[in-house]
């Protein structure tokens, strides 16, 4: 099995950052992609950032284009979600997942695993 552990969420004003972490443990593939999700209320869960086991083939919802950067050090089996310019819109629970597929991943079913989530509100 395998553990993702997101922290760094918390509450921000309009215009403010916050990098979200996610942690992979337990039993880890050799090599795997990285993606980011978020989910607000009565909304469905939307991808918002992906990234392949090499790091290239980054994807970013267009929403989120030129203000969030997804990166990951797979040494601590981690990776980021830096969120700049954060907009009241951006307010969800943000979740990580890891897909077995070494590939850049952007459905939502072909991710194994997920973390908890965890929230990120935006004040006007």
């Known amino acids: 099995q395998v553990q993702l552990v997101e922290t760094g969420g918390g509450l921000v004003q309009a215009g403010g950052s916050l990098r979200l972490t996610c942690t992979a443990s337990g039993r880890t593939f050799n090599s795997y992609g990285m993606g980011w999700f978020r989910q607000a209320p009565g909304k469905e869960r939307d991808l918002v950032a992906a990234?392949?086991?090499?790091?290239?083939?980054?994807y970013y919802a267009d929403s989120v284009k030129g203000r969030f950067t997804i990166s990951r050090d797979n040494a601590k089996n981690t990776v980021y979600l830096q969120m700049n310019s954060l907009k009241p819109e951006d307010t969800a629970v943000y979740y990580c997942a890891l897909s077995s597929r070494y590939t850049r991943v952007v459905v939502a079913a072909q991710y194994d695993y997920w973390g908890q989530g965890t929230q990120v509100t935006v004040s006007s």
């Open positions: 990234t392949s086991w090499g790091g290239g083939g980054i």
